[in-house]
């Protein structure tokens, strides 16, 4: 049993509503996790909202919901009076089945609000709004325009609002345009109503005032940060170094593999791919285990070579996959399996990095190095979800050797380094803190269209007010709010009534009615992969491939049919020959104390026991051509007479500003991640430079060198000059000088 709380504290299990009290005895539950207490007993001590900190699996969604029904449970219709929003619709419907069994004995009804459910559940909230809402961001947006009429008597009671997951919505579009619906929803709460209560969960939040100003970004202060503070779980991990080896070779020659351009892959890729696919098969067959690859083109192929070990062994094949361009059939079906109990390892994407329910995982395995802290932290958290359980990881690194001498990088394990890099950083607690956008025009834009669309008509002043004064657009002052009017409406998105007021304009009206509206980022072009009467997911258009290639798909190997460009249709057949399949898009960025943690370890001589022999000769030998080429520090480094390095080791963002400026000053470049290769001597780059140094452009000048400029979803509405403004707060770093002035007057 925990220890009872202080005299002074009221016991936090008789705070509960007496419903909510039966339910738990009925569960089985003896005792409240520590966490899940503090949290009741600090929402009915005040008014405060709270960020709710705990590991996955650390009872955070009871912790939330345990206070909030019970608050409610008197009061429960009239009106929405809690309001869940998560990012998947996968985990509302996960948590839909756990509050409902919150509520057995509450009269609270529980409703789920997207794509997925009737006409007829929604219309029947509509006319009786009550209990607890499960909503997406995206669904929420679809109810705000298409219910207006409805939205007093919708949220005129809300009580309280719990976003899941919210380390999710703290940087990037989604996080901008949840923050504009939140702003917009409270205006319906009648006024002789106290304001929502905002609770926030996550297990991976690096900046906990950057949290609190999200769920309260008028006055941070009143955001209680209620944290376990537990010892933690214990973490057990490994990472396998693998060589590329030429040797052997055969038996995959004519197996069709392509890599993500067109471009067939050496085969010596293949042979080091399958050695992977061996030693997954090995160590995922006594339990069940997630393995997240960072290409889905990656997914499919390990499965399926890790499903031909198991068949060149007698054993049944156990690898699924589970990534966003599977259809939503496939990927429940692996989720339902999972859940089921058999002993089954799924190869996954970011997909399944949220508290998806899928049962126990014994083992996380990571292919390739994760590309940031956060990530990697919630990938490792979906093992050892059980008490008593630590959290397993294996991860799979491809050390690549090189013996050209002309190109000193390539003799660098990146993916290696990364990978120590990112797991030392973890092992120390620290987390990339957010990165919100402060010149977005793409979803200010998009909460534009919206907003009018719900308001019918209105004039700019109570416009820029709602979003930019009361809303997150907080950065966008009047006369950049104002110029944004004048190029939506030379575009016809907007146009001025007679009345001066705003109205949607003939391209506002038909972006507003389009299908992927209610989502703040663009969505791709994609042909449906259809194999009989079945749909398995979809490809981008521009990766389709031709009728009798190949492709793995869904785990499965298929050969192309038919390919219906009027129907963007791919319809295939089972086969024997095996294709990777190709998609567009990448990672995120790279945060640059990442970068600088890679520099130690390649400069240091720490060792790491998590290292398989492998992977630590491969850090050695790395260290060695460092120290030996001069690659591990920040400088300039000659290839030829016209032609150096830039070994710059730092994040995307001051990556990105770099490139630029060397475009701006004439020279050409390009990127080799913590490089860049520059076609010009060291004095001409470093003449360059110093000329930037002495007269340095203005972030304008720089970001007109950055291509492409469109890269949010309503971007292309948008005049170069405001889109160069926008790159230039949110696509580049302005602290660029120090990076620039330590190798332009340096000797190499």
């Known amino acids: 049993m925990t220890s009872p709380p202080p005299e002074s504290e009221p016991h936090a299990f008789t705070l509960l509503a007496e419903g909510v009290q039966r339910q738990l005895y009925s569960m089985g539950w003896r005792e409240l996790r520590a966490i899940q207490a503090r949290a009741i007993r600090a929402f009915f001590a005040t008014d405060a909202d709270l960020l709710i900190m705990a590991e996955t699996a650390g009872g955070k969604t009871e912790a939330a919901f345990l206070p909030v029904l019970s608050a409610i449970s008197t009061e429960p219709r009239g009106s929405v009076r809690a309001m869940y929003i998560g990012p998947l619709k996968a985990l509302i419907n996960d948590q839909f089945g756990r509050l409902e069994d919150l509520c057995t004995h509450l009269d609270v009804k529980v409703h789920r609000w997207h794509g997925d459910v009737s006409a007829s559940q929604k219309a029947a909230l509509v006319k009786e709004p009550s209990g607890v809402l499960l909503i997406t961001p995206e669904s929420l947006e679809s109810l705000l325009i298409n219910r207006t009429r409805h939205l007093g008597d919708l949220f005129g009671g809300l009580r309280a609002v719990v976003v899941d997951e919210v380390h999710a919505f703290l940087s990037g579009e989604r996080g901008l345009h949840l923050a504009s619906l939140l702003s917009r929803v409270r205006r319906y709460v009648r006024q002789d109503q106290p304001r929502p209560r905002m609770l926030g969960l996550s297990a991976t939040v690096g900046d906990l005032s950057a949290a609190q100003r999200y769920l309260s970004p008028h006055d941070a202060g009143r955001v209680n940060i209620i944290a376990d503070d537990g010892p933690g779980k214990e973490i057990k991990f490994r990472i396998h170094g693998y060589i590329k080896d030429t040797d052997g070779e055969d038996g995959v020659r004519d197996q069709g ?33 997630l393995v997240f690859a960072n290409a889905k083109g990656d997914i499919e192929l390990y499965a399926d070579m890790a499903n031909e070990c198991c068949r060149t062994d007698g054993l049944p094949e156990t690898f699924l996959v589970h990534h966003g361009s599977l259809a939503k059939e496939v990927r429940e079906d692996t989720e339902a399996t999972m859940k089921g109990g058999r002993t089954m390892t799924t190869v996954c994407s970011s997909t399944l990095e949220m508290g998806i329910d899928i049962g126990s995982v014994w083992m996380v395995g990571q292919i390739g190095a994760p590309w940031s802290v956060a990530s990697f932290k919630q990938r490792l958290g979906r093992s050892g979800r059980k008490d008593g359980e630590p959290r397993r990881l294996r991860g799979y690194v ?289 003449r360059c430079l110093a000329s930037a140094t002495k007269s340095p452009p203005s972030m304008a000048d720089i970001s007109q060198m950055v291509a492409p400029k469109r890269f949010r979803k309503y971007d292309h509405l948008f005049a170069e000059d405001l889109l160069n403004e926008s790159i230039a707060a949110d696509r580049l770093d302005a602290e660029w000088k120090g990076d620039v002035s330590a190798v332009a007057g340096g000797s190499e």
């Open 398 to 686: 491809i050390c690549e050797t090189s013996t050209n001498a002309k190109d000193p990088l390539s003799l660098l394990p990146l993916e290696l380094l990364q990978t120590v890099a990112i797991c030392e950083l973890m092992l120390r607690g620290w987390v990339e803190p957010p990165a919100p956008a402060s010149l977005d025009l793409s979803t200010l834009a998009h909460q534009m269209i919206s907003t009018v669309a719900e308001m019918g008509a209105v004039d700019a002043a109570t416009l820029h007010q709602r979003l930019c004064r009361e809303g997150p657009f907080v950065h966008i002052d009047r006369p950049m709010f104002a110029a944004v009017i004048r190029n939506l409406g030379a575009v016809d998105v907007l146009e001025q009534g007679p009345d001066g007021n705003l109205i949607l304009g003939l391209e506002g009206e038909r972006l507003r009615k389009q299908k992927d509206f209610y989502a703040a980022f663009a969505s791709r072009i994609e042909f449906a992969i259809i194999a009989g009467d079945r749909t398995l997911g979809s490809l981008p258009i521009d990766t389709v491939p031709k009728v009798g290639e190949h492709l793995v798909f869904a785990a499965r190997r298929w050969q192309v049919t038919d390919v219906d460009a009027a129907r963007m249709s791919l319809y295939v057949t089972p086969a024997k020959r095996r294709q990777r399949p190709l998609f567009t898009g990448g990672l995120g960025e790279i945060h640059p104390k990442i970068r600088d943690e890679m520099l130690a370890v390649l400069s240091e001589q720490r060792t790491f026991a998590y290292l398989d022999p492998t992977a630590a000769e491969a850090l050695d030998r790395a260290r060695h051509t460092a120290s030996s080429r001069g690659l591990g520090r920040r400088a300039l480094i000659e290839l030829s007479d016209q032609r150096c390095l830039w070994l710059t080791w730092t994040g995307t963002r001051r990556h990105r500003t770099l490139m630029a400026l060397l475009a701006w000053s004439g020279i050409d470049a390009f990127d080799r991640e913590v490089a860049i290769e520059c076609r010009a001597s060291i004095d001409e780059v470093r």
């Open 257 to 289: 593999v392509v890599g993500t351009d067109p471009t067939p892959a050496p085969d010596a890729d293949l042979v080091t791919m399958q050695r992977i696919a061996q030693d997954l098969a090995e160590h995922c067959r006594t339990h069940s285990n």
